[in-house]
T-cell receptor, first 113, second 113 residues
Framework: EAGVVQSPRYKIIEKKQPVAFWCNPI?????LYWYLQNLGQGPELLIR????????DSQLPKDRFSAERLKGVDSTLKIQPAELGDSAVYLC???????????FGQGTRLTVV | GESVGLHLPTLSVQEGDNSIINCAYS??????FIWYKQESGKGPQFIID?????DKRQGQRVTVLLNKTVKHLSLQIAATQPGDSAVYFC????????????FGTGTRLTVIP
């Protein structure tokens, strides 16, 4: 069984440019999470979806970040415009129910120059 | 600029020795704790968990100890192997079914052959 798949693995962009990350969760997992992981730190939740509904986006910087999960499966996280401080790893995870049961993807490492 | 990663707690052990990684948590209401292993370029991977009504749980080569009085968690790895080299995170959640998962600061374990 395939795990959580994220793409791209790496992305380098200039500041003020837009960028998008894609996540395909494990089949049958209704809950999808996007986490931000700064270097040397633990992941921090950005947004959580239950099917296609964003049920917790309180930590998502909505002025520049957006996310969607239109059909309740794949999800996209977008940043527009990117800032230097957005350089980090963006992790996607999915679970059937609880966050503690989630499986993580390999992440997308974003570098903003 | 200075890398945040340089401040990541580190632990170096000789292959075959036992490793002990510590974690302090802040929320006395947390009911469920998890240790994750994160290898370079990968997402966090579940290692072992423990509920707050327990003070010790053993897995294969790993043991987690929980001291609720001082809000301290430790991960013990027996006969540490080169493949154990990674960053280890503890995480806490209000309950096993909760959708909030809070990660602590990681510890980088380096195993010296």
């Amino acid at each position: 069984e395939a795990g959580v798949v994220q793409s791209p693995r790496y992305k380098i962009i200039e500041k003020k440019q837009p960028v998008a990350f894609w996540c395909n969760p494990i089949s049958g997992h209704n809950t999808l999470y996007w986490y931000l992981q700064n270097l040397g730190q633990g992941p921090e939740l950005l947004i959580r979806y239950e099917n296609e509904e964003a049920v917790d986006d309180s930590q998502l910087p909505k002025d520049r970040f957006s996310a969607e999960r239109l059909k309740g499966v794949d999800s996209t996280l977008k940043i527009q415009p990117a800032e230097l401080g957005d350089s980090a790893v963006y992790l996607c995870a999915s679970s059937q129910k609880a966050a503690a049961e989630a499986f993580f993807g390999q992440g997308t490492r974003l570098t903003v120059v | 600029g200075e890398s945040v990663g340089l401040h990541l707690p580190t632990l170096s052990v000789q292959e075959g020795d036992n490793s002990i990684i510590n974690c302090a948590y802040s929320n006395s209401a947390s009911d469920y704790f998890i240790w994750y292993k994160q290898e370079s370029g990968k997402g966090p991977q579940f290692i072992i968990d423990i509920r707050s009504n327990m003070d010790k749980r053993q897995g294969q080569r790993v043991t987690v100890l929980l001291n609720k009085t001082v809000k301290h968690l430790s991960l013990q790895i027996a006969a540490t192997q080169p493949g154990d080299s990674a960053v280890y995170f503890c995480a806490e959640t209000p309950s096993t079914g909760a959708n909030n998962l809070f990660f602590g600061t990681g510890t980088r374990l380096t195993v010296i052959p």
